[in-house]
């Protein structure tokens, strides 16, 4: 308890030494190959892609102005950040906000005097954040003892990238059009580039560099392994943990982990960091899917580089939340006040192509943002029957602890869970099946650790908590972009007596809904109560039944 009362008194300190740094990103269509195969019509930012990482240091004030110069609107989401009391600055398209129209700009103002660690900022309307707009978002930490651990930082994002513009390949799916579209089997990029043509990392004997692993990805998953060489595991997804020892990652889309590498004082040999690139719900074809890179470890030019055994997956010791623990010391939430629990549910629809619940509904936008309709209906915010049932909302009320229990019975694929506004502590994960021989696997300790992204395996289930300790909206969802586009997302409506209080929405979020056509107040219609005239019908998807208990 004295490190996260020590830790408390460190952050405030911040405050005077914080800057305003600006960053804008004029968003714009791109004609560009990225992995030396197709070219396509790509959106970056500033005329560039990879958009250069964004790095501020913890305390600073991060402004980052938006530029829509595409001909539909935009949004930016930085992945990982609380936004506390400033949930219109989440950046979720029809969630926080309408969107950035076209020929418009918005600043997001950005605190990070309570976070440091690695983060990503993208869009979040529509597709575009796979058809690139998206960068790494460091915030460099003040801690002189976490300093101290290491001598160089270094970052290595990771990403998948596709063959055409992901719109059209949604509404393909949407449709049923399937016609005409290519395998989906995307390219890998590294550090932003083809991974086939890899720059080389530069060890010297005896320093200790932290490697920032980031996905950016929204389909596939990586693991990454230097054998030879032990990582100690220090962060994952902006939380610090106690240094454990792990031999490798096994990363989902949107998940970050920070490791320590101490390199050998030897110079004879060279390594290969092993990038594994593969999905398990997509069918094997040799040399598609899994696909192998290396990233070049390098001591001496000269060197020879030095193999190793191949060893099985089961073999490796890969890092894993639940036997992490928290730098902070944060103990467990209790008691627990409301248990929600969220069944994965799909439908398979003609052709094969499914659409996703975490709930009783397939999720879809409304013409009325929910934090909207939070802020303008007074105390019906309070009651589920404002918000149309296709949200799946769920509110929440102030400073209650929540388990969310999420599982995934039958659908065969395997999801990741992104909850905007928290890190979750994770508490348990076991089989959905009480006769499985699969273990329940639960915390160690007393202090489990947290993460803001989580994989969520087919045929189990994971217990996190969260304390309802930010007002707003916040938009949770599988990172997997084929499956959020589908319906697999729902909504944590919390605290909203509390955010009519504390929350005002900048007036042009209030203007670009009017010039997007969209009520800025009412319920999920723009109308009074329960009306939902106007609203199309919800999807619904049968499945396990969902529970909400407690208050």
Known sequence: MLAYTLWILFVGGLQALAAHVQVTWDIGYLNISRDGSTTWQAIGANGKLPIPPIYVTQGDVLELTAINHLDKPASLHTHGLFQRNSSYYDGAGMVTECGIPPGAQFTYIIETRDQSGTYWVHAHYGTEAIDGLRAALIIRDQDPQLLDEYDEDVLLTLEDWGQEPNNDLMEKLKTLSLEGMPPNHPSVLINGINANILQPIRFTPGRRYRLRVLSMSFT???KVRLPGHTMQVIEADGIYSRPSAADGLDLGPGQRYSVIITAHESLDYNYALNVTFYSDFIVRIPGLTPRYHHVPIVYHDDAPVKTFPVIEDHEVKWADELAMEPRDEQMLLEPVDQHIVRNVKALIKELGVPNYAFGDYAYDSVPVPPLLTALT???MALSP???APQLNAIILQHNHVVELELRNP????????HSHGHAFQVVESGPVNKNSSIPVKRFKGR???RRDTITLATGRYVRVRIKADNPGVWYQHCHQEQH?????????IEAP????RTLRIPSEMLEFCR???HPTQGNSAGRVGSDMTGIKPPLKIHGLADSISGS
């Open 220 to 222: 596939y998953w990586f």
């Open 377 to 379: 209906t007074g105390n």
């Open 385 to 387: 029957s404002v918000y």
């Open 410 to 417: 039958d659908t065969l694929i395997v999801h990741t869970y």
């Open 447 to 449: 202090q489990p650790m």
């Open 484 to 492: 959020n586009f589908s319906g697999l997302a729902f909504t944590f």
């Open 497 to 500: 007596d509390v955010m009519q």
């Open 515 to 517: 010039i997007l056509g």
